[in-house]
């Protein structure tokens, strides 16, 4: 059984921060690529960013130079570090994680639970 546990959301004001964070347990030989999805209402799910097992990473546009994504493998919890946030990163934040789970190697996709970021003043 694998559990992704999220934090760090709430409510914060425009050219604020929060972190996100994304914990896995459970019987985990490995993980490869974790990142985060979020979803406004009334808006298509969008890739916020994502990061492999070797440390590559990738942003959406909206993001860049803004969000900061990055991952401890020891803890096996990455985290999403959001800065000069705006009204328009208003959304449900989903992480998610690719892990292999027994010897076979076949890799799964696991989600947390979501967590809501309100970016409002």
């Known amino acids: 059984q694998v559990q992704l546990v999220e934090s760090g959301g709430g409510l914060v004001q425009p050219g604020g921060s929060l972190r996100l964070s994304c914990a896995a347990s459970?019987?985990?030989?490995?993980?490869?690529?974790m990142g985060w999805y979020r979803q406004a209402p009334g808006k298509q799910r969008e890739l916020v960013a994502r990061i492999t097992g070797s440390g590559s990473t990738n942003y959406a546009d909206s993001v860049k130079g803004r969000f900061t994504i990055s991952r401890d493998n020891a803890k096996m919890t990455g985290y999403l570090q959001m800065n000069s946030l705006k009204p328009e990163d208003t959304a449900a934040y989903s992480c998610?994680?690719?892990?292999?789970?027994?010897?076979?190697?076949?890799?799964?996709?696991?989600w947390g639970q979501g967590t809501q970021v309100t970016v409002s003043s």
């Open positions: 998610w994680a690719d892990a292999v789970v027994d010897i076979r190697g076949v890799l799964n996709r696991y």
């Open positions: 459970g019987s985990i030989f490995s993980i490869s690529t």
